[in-house]
């Protein structure tokens, strides 16, 4: 029972993820390869100020969506102004660079050593201890996400960030100052990934750089594209599939090594199925291209 | 047909007028503008004609700020717009349409229509989280976008998605977004090229009709028979310079124009 909990747990961290990168690359046609880093600098912020200052969970959660959103701003400026593959590669570089950050800056970060000890969360005189306690955490938490994410694309800045995707010329011919909504869309995205990071590294209470790898970046864009990028559903079914479906080999009485690698060639022959045969994902209407 | 409210019409004196001062722009090494000067009147309709690569649309990308000119100045009333966002242009009452249609087309047309009324709450973040107010802005915007898709004659079709509209009627819901951001200068690319000539009435007679409202429509186009049917003005253009500019009788006659451009 633990162990499905768990899973669970993992399905609702992945599913803010997973929304949070689909306002940006589904709603808006920005592709970021650099969630997991937001995701990292969530995880590593509020790590760092429980275990070095004690800083309860709900200030190091708001503190560490904070500094992804102002890192994201300030990332964004110059990206932002990019096209296409060009924002692609842009957001790849920012993911290398955090990456490095987090593995190199010993002093701060531990480096490789990670961050140990991590204390389980406290909220409000509710000490979330159980795996049980985790997943309600973590349901409120993805419907959050969920309540953010489709306030802002039911909402006239929707619209705005669907012609953004369609047509960015048109949004700016009709008066709409795109950048601003660019940068505003890429903040929340971010902000959001760093909260699924919070509650990761309290979850798991430790921390080390490979778990926001450009791989895990990766992993989060298959979720959008299998799911269905655009679409109100689509990011949480593809959470749920890629989530669930690599766990339910380990009944397949594979050796671990094997199913390790049968991980990544599941990832990659789903993607190249679903681009071929149904690129607009699982429930998805659009499609992930312009 | 049901009349669009427009905002009162102030008298054609006190309307900033568009006018541009020795605009030039290059494209690696062809001069797409040279020196073009033009003032344009407060309202009426002016074409601008002249062969394929004269600058016509280059000109209406300079002007509204989607393409900075190497030199040169324009204005509008007293506001110098030469190094302002297309964005903000917009905002100040000048709006265009594209040659190649430029539309949600995944979207029902109503929705293209919203999307281009200003001043939207729900276009800050704040307000889309929480919504206060928002729900009568839309409901206005929501009736406002209505009016103006019947004023274009596209009302029934307001649910539909934009891409299933025929060309016709994709020009004439641009012509409805246009007039949705509450724009007073519009300049339409080709507006009626490519479309069946009852829809080409259609559109001429529309533009009749918004010049009857105080607006200054501005459009590039082929088409001598529309041009001769509703302009006031007519600008040629052959090389990127201006070569003539003036009424269509007086300017159309021209025996050189009428040979090297008219046919």
């Known amino acids: 029972m633990d162990y499905v909990v768990h899973i669970l747990i993992l399905v609702a961290t992945y599913m803010v993820l997973a929304m949070s990168l689909d306002l940006l690359a589904g709603s808006t046609g920005l592709l970021s390869i650099s969630h997991a880093a937001f995701c990292g600098l969530g995880a590593y912020t509020s790590a760092l100020l429980a275990t070095c200052f004690g800083v309860p969970f709900f200030i190091g959660l708001l503190a560490g969506m904070a500094v992804a959103a102002l890192i994201s701003f300030i990332v964004s400026l110059p990206s932002l102004r990019l096209h296409d593959d060009y924002f692609v590669i842009a957001t790849f570089g920012f993911q290398m660079i955090l990456f490095s950050i987090f593995n190199n800056w010993i002093g701060l970060t531990r480096g490789p050593l990670g961050i140990p000890g991590i204390p389980q969360p406290i909220l409000f005189g509710w000490h979330v201890s159980s795996r049980l306690d985790f997943l309600i955490l973590g349901a409120a938490l993805a419907g959050f996400a969920y309540f953010v994410v489709h306030r802002i694309i039911s909402a006239p800045f929707g619209r705005v960030l669907h012609a953004i995707r369609e047509d960015e010329v048109f949004a700016k011919a009709l008066g709409k100052n795109t950048l601003y909504f660019k940068v505003t869309a890429f903040a929340v995205s971010a902000a959001l990934a760093a909260s699924a990071g919070s509650l990761y590294a309290h979850y798991i209470t430790y921390i080390d750089p490979t778990s926001f790898t450009v791989i895990e970046s990766i992993l989060i864009i298959s979720m959008v594209i299998i799911g269905g990028a655009g679409s109100t559903w689509g990011p949480l079914v593809g959470a749920a599939v890629l989530v669930v479906l690599p766990e339910a080999l380990r009944f397949v009485g594979l050796p671990s090594g094997v199913a390790a690698n049968l991980r990544q060639i599941i990832y990659g022959s789903l993607l190249v199925i679903m681009m071929m045969f149904r690129p607009c994902g699982l429930v998805g209407k659009y499609g992930f291209s312009k | ?263």
């Open chain 2, 1 to 263: 047909m049901k009349q669009p409210e427009v905002r009162s019409q102030k008298s054609e004196e006190s309307q900033p007028m568009l006018r541009c001062e020795g605009l030039n722009k290059c494209f690696d090494g062809t001069r797409a503008l040279r020196d073009v000067r033009l003032a344009f009147p407060s309202s009426g309709i002016v074409a601008i004609i002249g062969p394929n690569g004269a600058g016509k649309t280059t000109l209406l990308n300079v002007l509204t700020g989607f393409l900075r000119p190497d030199t040169g100045r324009f204005f509008l009333g007293e506001w110098e717009l030469t190094r302002v966002a297309p964005h903000r242009i917009a905002r100040l009452g000048i709006a265009r349409t594209f040659q190649d249609l430029r539309l949600i087309t995944l979207v029902p047309v109503l929705e293209n229509v919203m999307l281009a009324r200003p001043n939207q709450m729900g276009e800050r973040l704040w307000h889309a989280l929480f919504r206060f107010g928002l729900a009568a802005q839309e409901a206005r915007n929501r009736e406002h976008a209505i009016r103006w898709l019947q004023f274009v004659g596209l009302d029934q079709q307001a649910h539909e998605p934009a891409g299933e509209l025929s060309y016709g009627q994709q020009k004439l819901l641009t012509l409805a977004c246009c007039l949705a951001a509450e724009a007073r200068i519009l300049l339409l690319d080709e507006p009626v090229a490519g479309v069946h000539p009852n829809m080409t009435e259609k559109i001429l007679g529309l533009l009749r009709e918004l010049r009857g409202m105080g607006k200054l429509v501005v459009f590039v186009e082929h088409d001598m028979t529309a041009v001769r049917q509703v302009a006031d003005q007519v600008v040629v253009m052959d090389e990127g310079r201006i070569i003539a500019h003036g009424q269509p009788k007086e300017v159309l006659e021209r025996p050189e124009i009428m040979e090297a451009y008219v046919g």
